[in-house]
């Protein structure tokens, strides 16, 4: 049996699994809270500013997966960037310490989203009844990654045809009945720029940064990936601006039929918008239709997620038992195993607790910490770089202040849960520095 991953899947499958991360069930549990964190469909400047940071972070993560190609993403680059140093450990550690936790977190808005909609359809289904819904998908995820990758990347284009026909479905649908008025009926004072609008404004972008997050699910694969200098940087270019235009014209469409004071109350939007148009009939195919969404979804967060993890074991940065590979799957089980029970014990917190958290969690590390890896590769003399985004270093600058701004913009308690999770885990770390320098010293 090998210990190493094979380099199957195509830009078919790398754009598949981006766009099923991305899409999955974001928008269609999160349209009601974007409306309301700015009171308005002046909400779609927080979509338009969450499509610009995409694009320079897309960037960013191009080029360092371009050069990196190997599997666990930004634990990859921050070790490569700062080795020799001893940020070089601190920093791997530390984004595989808040991973952990920020990871199955995501996986857990989808399952939360899956039971959500479910309740469209099965009328009555009290609070347990979902949770038990959402303990069922989960482990029914798990057993559909428990295979082979050329298979999972059969799948994963499946899931995927079936995540483009539910946005197509209602884009056209709200298209055919688009309506100004109702689209662009702005509240006294939506554009005037106070404190108030500042803070809706960040709080409308890390809802967006969470629909578009995923655009980088590929990189956590690339030791799967053929010719990763050229699929990688094309997967998430190509992602990024497929998913921009369909949650623009998805957004718009929905707003156009059920008015924003309506809509930011609805607790599965797009099935209330298809009743609204075509009645219940109509409803019940498409809630069927965002449930398959929201499997897709939480199937490509766990098979990118757990690759992370199996990467840090198998380089000595974490529990060994995560480094095993299933002895005849050849994929790693043990992380499958564990990221998803974590994900379904998430699944028992509300959307407006999960999705804060588990974005303030990662922003100082991953988001800001891989920038800064970034500059550093690039001043390494000799260091390839088989992608450079134009015109650098604007888009790297531009990712920076755009993560800066909405981990500011949060929340106190978010910021507090963000930072103490980064304090607890370089307490963890140096103790276990400081172990691994006494087991040297005795062997010396």
Not at 89 to 118: D, H, K, N, R, T
């Amino acid at each position: 049996m090998s210990d190493q991953l094979k380099r199957r899947l195509g830009l078919t499958e790398a754009i598949a699994l981006n766009m099923s991360n991305m899409v999955g069930v974001g928008p269609f549990i999160t349209i009601p809270l974007i409306i309301a964190s700015m009171g308005g469909p002046q909400c779609m400047l927080g979509w338009l500013l969450g499509a610009i940071l995409s694009v320079a972070d897309g960037l960013v993560w191009s080029e360092l997966s371009a050069a990196l190609p190997g599997t666990g993403g930004s634990y990859v680059y921050l070790r490569e960037a700062f080795r020799g140093t001893r940020l070089g450990g601190l920093l791997p550690f530390l984004f595989i310490w808040q991973f952990v936790l920020s990871g199955p977190l995501e996986i857990s808005s989808g399952l939360i989203g899956f039971a959500q909609y479910s309740g469209y359809l099965l009328k009555g289904m009290g609070p347990w009844g979902m949770r038990g819904l959402a303990i069922g998908v989960g482990l029914v995820v798990m057993l559909m990654l428990y295979r082979r990758i050329e298979a999972i990347g059969r799948l994963t284009v499946v899931l995927w045809v079936g995540m483009l026909a539910t946005v197509l479905v209602i884009i056209v649908s709200g298209l055919a009945n688009f309506n100004a008025k109702v689209a662009f009926d702005f509240p006294p004072g939506a554009f005037h720029l106070s404190r108030s609008f500042f803070g809706g404004l960040g709080a409308a972008m890390l809802i967006a940064m969470y629909d578009f997050m995923g655009y980088f699910d590929i990189c956590y694969v690339a030791g799967e990936v053929r010719d990763p200098g050229r699929v990688i940087p094309r997967s998430i270019l190509w992602s990024v601006a497929a998913v921009a235009v369909m949650y623009a014209l998805t957004n718009l469409s929905i707003i156009s039929v059920v008015p924003w004071r309506e809509a930011m109350q609805s607790k599965f939007i797009a099935a209330d918008f298809m009743e609204r148009l075509y009645g219940a009939k109509a409803a019940a195919p498409v809630t069927l239709l965002v449930l398959w969404t929201a499997l897709a979804s939480v199937f490509a967060l766990l098979l990118g997620y757990s690759r992370i993890i199996w990467a840090a074991a198998k380089a000595g940065d974490f529990f060994a038992v995560f480094a095993r590979l299933h002895p005849t799957g050849n994929f790693p089980h043990v992380a499958v195993l564990v990221l998803g029970t974590i994900a379904i014990a998430g699944s028992f917190f509300t959307l407006d607790d999960v999705i804060p958290a588990l974005l303030t969690t990662r922003i100082l590390v991953q988001f800001m910490g891989q920038i800064w890896a970034l500059h550093r590769l690039r001043s390494q003399p000799g260091f390839e770089m088989p992608f450079r985004m134009w015109w650098y270093p604007m888009p790297s600058i531009i990712a920076f202040l755009g993560w800066l701004y909405i981990f500011a913009t949060s929340g106190g308690k978010f910021i507090a849960f963000g930072i103490l999770t980064l304090l607890v885990g370089i307490a963890a770390w140096w103790l276990k520095d400081r172990e691994l320098q006494a087991e040297q010293a005795a062997i010396e």
